[in-house]
């Protein structure tokens, strides 16, 4: 008599099993992630969220990315941020720096501004946990781990000091000649006679940088004797540097309220003119993970608090 074989049901269970656990294993295997194409890690919130998309960046660096930042409900008494980076960004991290330790007593901000690149440098090193930025961060320095958040709009403006004969305005063409160098004189561009003194930022400076893309086109700036580039990027040396002759370019907020210069039109346009030809973005930055401490920062400096405190005193 043959031996009977297991019950159909056996066979039945047995498939049941096998398939439940292959579906166990393709839900729970872990995923492989490519750093190069993981966005940064942020929590999700509406700071930030209704700041301007960035733009394409010019020059071959990549755009940064726009993250959003929580809004905190309370940071921890002891909570401490470190701030250093563009001297764009003075009256800003200042008046953010007043709003934050306002808002949550017991937090300290420590801010400085040795410029754009000096504040990247700093953040890597891990001397600063956040660097303000006049500028897009580049392919290495996203690369070493760092990204960016947009917190403002600035404008860059032409100043010039305030007895200098040249009273007119400037075209973008005209703008363009000074500072490469085509036009040396006052009187090229609709001036009387005399030598343009131009005043240059250094180039770490992330203004020199955004004004060498936005204004020459990302050509190089002038050389000669009538060009004096600074050893080190503040707008005071700048503004006592123009005399009666000089020419040079700051961020608007920085000069708007100064007696000593005077702002140049360009184009028929006052920086504060929404057609205004020169207009950027003002970032900070950070490194991915961030801190508690940085995400509480950043999060309340994204919010509409934020942004109404970041105009005080403007």
Known sequence: MA?????PIVFILLFLLLAGGGWFFFLNKPVSQDASNTP???????GGANLPPVAPVVGGTSP??????????????????????????VTINLNL??????????????????????GIEDLVAGTADIAGISRFLTDREQAQGL?????ALDTIALVVGINNPFQGGLTSAQVQDIFKGTARDWSKVG???????????PAVSGTHQTFKEQVLGGGEFGTGQNVTTLDRDATTPLLQALGNNGIGYATFAQVVNQKTVRVVLVDGATPDAPNYPYQRKLYYAYKNPPSQAVKDFLGYATSPDGQKAMLVGN
């Open 64 to 89: 940064v990315a726009i993250s959003s930042f929580a809004i905190p409900a309370s940071v921890p008494a002891g909570t401490a941020v470190r701030i250093d980076g563009s001297t764009s960004m």
């Open 97 to 118: 720096k007043n709003g934050f330790q306002a808002k949550f007593p017991g937090t300290t901000v420590d801010t400085k501004a040795n410029g754009s690149s000096k």
């Open 147 to 151: 990204a960016a958040v947009p917190v």
């Open 40 to 46: 940064a890690p942020t929590p999700a919130g509406s």
């Open 191 to 201: 001036g009387p006679a005399g030598e343009i003194k131009v005043i240059n930022r």
């Open 3 to 7: 031996k009977s074989g297991p019950p």
